[in-house]
């Protein structure tokens, strides 16, 4: 059985930094592509970063490009994603999720098969 389970999140201030984790099992990111997402009160989800299975590319909304970094710990089956100078629009419950599509990933929620119960990010401005 897939799952997933994010972690990290809480209250830091404009221009602070917080590192999101989530622990995943019954599959290995070598197989299926991974990423994150969030979703804001009154917004779709919109995909935040991903990296591709196999491939191990990575991929990064525009939004979020220079500022956040996601990486991966295989020996863990621990997906992570850095966050560095936040900004209070940053704000959103962060998701991850697993899809069973090979190749490179992309940012498609409807692509994502298998999601985790998401972690509040809050960013006080």
């Known amino acids: 059985e897939v799952q997933l389970q994010a972690s990290g999140g809480g209250l830091v201030q404009a221009g602070g930094s917080l590192r999101l984790s989530c622990a995943a099992s019954?599959?290995?990111?070598?197989?299926?592509?991974i990423g994150w997402f969030r979703q804001a009160p009154g917004m779709e989800r919109e995909g935040v970063s991903c990296?591709?299975?196999?491939?191990?590319?990575?991929y990064y909304a525009d939004s979020v490009k220079g500022r956040f970094a996601i990486s991966s710990d295989k020996s863990k089956n621990t997906l992570y994603l850095q966050m560095s100078s936040l900004k209070p629009e940053d704000a959103a419950v962060y998701y991850c999720?697993?899809?069973?599509?090979?190749?490179?990933?992309?940012?498609?929620?409807?692509?994502?098969?298998?999601w985790g119960q998401g972690t509040q990010v809050t960013v006080s401005s």
């Open positions: 999720a697993a899809s069973e599509l090979a190749g490179p990933c992309r940012l498609a929620p409807i692509l994502y098969d298998y």
């Open positions: 019954g599959f290995t990111f070598d197989d299926y592509a």
């Open positions: 990296i591709g299975s196999s491939t191990g590319s990575t």
